[in-house]
């Protein structure tokens, strides 16, 4: 396995431990730090391992599949998880996920197609948008930062549709090719 994959697994280890940290009050008052120091650290593992992957020619198709899932299981474990405690409404997390099930299943009847629908800038910056808001819900600073807060709570919500648009548009023809 190499080292991208490495980091991927990686990713996909630290979510029960971040998601413990965000709902268990095992480390006091410092459980709030160490999930977001583990759910930085993951994110960090994304942007590595894609990076590496791509420099050193080690693009695998088990890195196409997991990554994008490891991706989606951490940010969409943390807005779960910040639903509780109120930082974000539970139809916001749904927005977001549905996005997720709706690019994922298109994903799956291309790839039955032979057709490889690759990540586009929108869906990146809906990502990067979602792990910013994310630390900054998580570390909860108040005064300005709720302001910050709920701007990339909106930003992630804009972009997650715009991204969605953009791959049903740029894909239109999984759905009218193949019997679906």
Not at 5 to 17: D, E, G, Q, S
Not at 23 to 47: E, M, P, Y
């Amino acid at each position: 396995m190499n080292l991208p994959n490495k980091l991927t697994v990686l990713r996909v280890i630290m979510v029960p431990f971040f998601v413990f940290f965000m709902l268990t009050d095992a480390g006091g008052t410092a459980n709030k730090w160490i999930a977001l120091i583990l759910f930085c650290g993951a994110s960090l593992t994304d942007l590595l391992d894609g990076k590496i992957a791509r420099a050193r020619n080690l693009v695998t198709n088990f890195g196409k599949f997991m990554d994008p899932l490891a991706d989606k299981l951490l940010v969409c474990s943390a807005m779960i998880c910040l639903i509780p405690s109120g930082e974000l409404e539970a139809w916001v997390v749904i927005v977001i996920i549905a996005r997720e099930f709706i690019i994922s299943g298109f994903r799956l009847v291309a790839s039955d197609n032979g057709i490889v629908i690759a990540a586009s800038y929108w869906g990146k910056f809906k990502t990067v948008s979602q792990m910013a808001m994310i630390i900054v819900l998580i570390a909860d600073f108040g005064g300005v930062f709720d302001m910050i807060g709920m701007v990339l709570v909106w930003v992630s919500l804009i972009l997650t549709v715009v991204s969605l648009g953009d791959y049903v548009a740029k894909n239109v023809q999984v759905l009218t090719q193949g019997g679906m």
